[in-house]
Structures are given as C-alpha cells and as structure tokens.
C-alpha cells in the first residue's frame, strides 16, 4: 500500500496509509500522542519499578520507544519489545523529524540504533535499556506473564478491527505479568468490551489532544 510523510497539527511526522486514509500516529500530534497515553498513562505508573517490562502492539516508526527511552527515571532498567509486522523503509525512517521535536539531538544515535539494530535479536541501547524489534503478526504473539506494560499502539478499529478483538486482548492478558497494564488511545465500547471479555479490568482516562477518551485496562490477580 502507498505510504506518505505527513506533519501532524504538533509539528511531528508521521506516516500516513493513504489508501486507508489512516496515520501511523494521531493526526492531532504524533509526539503529544506518544507523551499523553504512552508515557503519562502507562509508564508513569510505574516510577517506583527499577526494571520494568514493555511490550509495544505496533513499533511502527519507533516514536513511543524513544520518548520512553527520553523519559524513564536514570536508573531504571527498561527491557522494551516492540512488535511490527511490516517494518518502515530507510527513506520513510529518514523523513521523521521526532528527533528535532524532541529537542534529543544529543540521543539521535539512540534513535538511529533502535532502527538498525537487527530484528529479532536483543539489543543494548545502554546499560539501563534494552530492545527487542520483532518482525511478527499480533496474533502470533504468545508470550506468557512477561510484561509490566504493554502500549497497544495498533492500527485503528475501523481499518482493522480484528487487531482488537476478545482473542487479541486474550493474548494482551496472557502476556502481562500480574497487575500489569495495558495502554491505548481507543475508547469505542466494542474494545471495552473485548477486553472486559479478555479478563481485564478498564477505565476510561482524557483522551489525548482531540480525542475525547482513552482506555487503561489492569490484569488485575486477587492476593
């Protein structure tokens, strides 16, 4: 399918499937986007954690695992897995401006590594955080009590809405180690449900910049 560079309303890129009319990131800010549901919502809470596990559901451009790489306590430990079936090229990679935006030049070699490190092996950004890049289907995932955290950054519900169905998020809950989180900038009722249906407990938070709502939801496993 035909892929574009866009400029979303913060300034960032992103990039855009033109025959879905659908954006790797919010059109109302790709970097506000990544900050308010990835960051705030998910990886702040858990600041009090020195190794926490993450689990990206669409590694797309790498936007989300650079803001976390910008944003995580000094010393804490990150081991971050970002699934993505369909890799960006080196020309739609060197086109992003996150970097600039970020106000990060002094980490462009971190962000430029976390898209030539080699798939499907275990890379190390530094001492404190780690990647693994996985060239995989979402419904190929099998892991099982591994993660803190997922970011549940899939293409949206209209375009593919078998990426958020009841099995998808079953797999979401296996993956999770106990009260672990998962993270999303959706909120339509048929997700909640599915993930309701998956075992998960939810709550509706502010939407980021032009979207009303988002969805937390909690593995949550009684003492």
């Known amino acids: 399918m035909k892929r574009s560079i866009v400029v979303t309303k913060d300034g960032s890129t992103s990039i855009r499937i033109d025959d879905w009319n659908e954006n790797y990131h919010s059109s109302n800010g790709a970097?506000?986007?990544?900050?308010?549901?990835?960051?705030?919502?998910?990886?702040?809470?858990?600041?009090?954690?020195?190794?926490?596990?993450?689990?990206?559901?669409?590694?797309?451009?790498?936007?989300?695992?650079?803001?976390?790489?910008?944003?995580?306590?000094?010393?804490?430990t990150i081991d971050y897995t970002g699934v993505e079936a369909y890799p960006i090229s080196k020309d739609e990679f060197d086109s992003l401006n996150f970097v600039r935006e970020l106000n990060a030049d002094s980490e462009k070699h971190i962000f430029e590594k976390m898209y030539t490190c080699e798939w499907n092996n275990r890379t190390e950004l530094n001492p404190n955080f780690f990647i693994t890049k996985r060239n995989q289907f979402f419904q190929e995932i099998t892991d099982k009590n591994k993660f803190h955290l997922i970011y549940f950054d899939a293409f949206g519900y209209p375009v593919q809405p078998e990426l958020w169905s009841e099995a998808i998020f079953k797999k979401m809950y296996d993956a999770l180690l106990p009260n672990g989180v998962l993270v999303t900038y959706a909120c339509r009722t048929v997700i909640k449900k599915a993930m309701l249906n998956a075992g998960f407990s939810i709550e509706k938070l502010e939407g980021a910049p032009g979207k009303r709502e988002m969805l937390r939801a909690r593995k949550y496993v009684p003492n």
């Open 31 to 76: 970097i506000q986007e990544a900050k308010h549901v990835f960051i705030k919502n998910g990886l702040h809470e858990f600041l009090e954690f020195d190794f926490v596990s993450i689990l990206e559901i669409g590694f797309g451009t790498g936007l989300n695992a650079f803001v976390t790489f910008l944003d995580k306590k000094e010393m804490q």
